[in-house]
Each structure stands twice: as C-alpha cells, then as structure tokens.
C-alpha cells in the first residue's frame, strides 16, 4: 500500500488498485491520525466495491479452467467449483474422489491473485492429494504462491489483534517477557 499526499488536494480523499498495490491520494496537510483514518476507511470501501464485483459460481469454476491450464497444462478439471460459507478455519478445501472445489467466502474481496492462488493450489489437490514434494513442485508454477501464502498469513495474524483500534496488549502484571 502506498500513500501519496498532495498539496493541489484540498479536500478530497480517494483510492485505488494499481496492479497488486494499493494507492490512496490524501491532502498533504492531513496529520498523521487523519491519514490512518482516512486509509482504512478508503480500504474498506475498495474491498466492499470489490466483493461487490467477486466472481460468482459460474465465474469461479471458468477462472478454475484458466487457470488449470495455464499453470496445471489443463490437467486440473474439476466437476465443480464454488463459494461455500461454512469454512472459517480453511481458505479452500478439494475432494478429489469427486472432484471438487470450494472456496470460503473470506476470500471474496480479497486481491485476484490471492483468490487464483488458493484456486491453483484446490486444483493441485485434483492431481496430488496430499501436500508432499509433487504437490508443492505443480504450485512452483504459479509465479505469486509465496507472495499470496504471506497475504494469507498475515489475514489470519492481523485476525489474532486486539480488535480495538490502537489498542495495545495489557502489559504482563508479573511483569516477565514471555
């Protein structure tokens, strides 16, 4: 996430998607408590826009096929593919005897090539069920595994945060360091 401040802006706050990154355009006058407020704010309206735009069922299972075939040689195919809201504890999950796929609906609004990575990896399952060395070397090929896997991790890190903004841990009473 980037954010640009300009002294032209006067009033005005705005936000957009720039490739992977984030753009929001501030003010240059704004204090610091502003611009934290104002940034969140404008990233809550870009994903509610985005999950406004997520793919529905019919869409998902047609990115599965792009994507089975640009990265799995279309080996990947799956009878099904589909949003389901009963995951909290997965982000996708595959059944191979059947295949197929579901994603949880906390993906939605979530940037494309975080969504495409949890697509390539249930599509991968299609062909290697378990997550041994044949697995992880079919997910080498999409080029943005690492990236979106720490996209992932620090959705369910920032998940363990107080949820109180700018709330800070109580401080151990005995006061040792852990």
């Not at 720490?150 to 700018?166: C, D, F, K, M």
């Amino acid at each position: 996430m980037e954010v640009r401040r300009s002294a032209r802006r006067s009033r005005t706050v705005s936000a957009y998607r720039e490739g992977d990154r984030t753009i929001v355009l501030i003010p240059a006058r704004m204090s610091h408590a502003e611009e934290q407020r104002w940034v969140a704010q404008m990233l809550e309206k870009l994903a509610a826009q985005e999950s406004r735009r997520m793919l529905g069922d019919d869409a998902l299972a047609a990115r599965a096929r792009e994507l089975s075939a640009g990265y799995l040689g279309g080996r990947a195919q799956p009878a099904q593919v589909r949003w389901v809201t009963n995951q909290n504890s997965r982000w996708g999950s595959c059944t191979p005897s059947e295949r197929t796929i579901r994603l949880s609906h906390r993906l939605q609004g979530m940037p494309e090539y975080v969504v495409d990575y949890v697509l390539v990896h249930e599509l991968a399952h299609l062909l290697v069920p378990d997550h041994g060395p044949a697995f992880w070397a079919l997910l080498e090929a999409y080029p943005r595994t690492e990236r979106a896997r720490g996209y992932l991790e620090g959705v369910v890190s920032a998940a363990r945060l107080p949820h109180i903004p700018g709330a800070r841990p109580e401080p151990d009473p005995a006061g040792s360091c852990g």
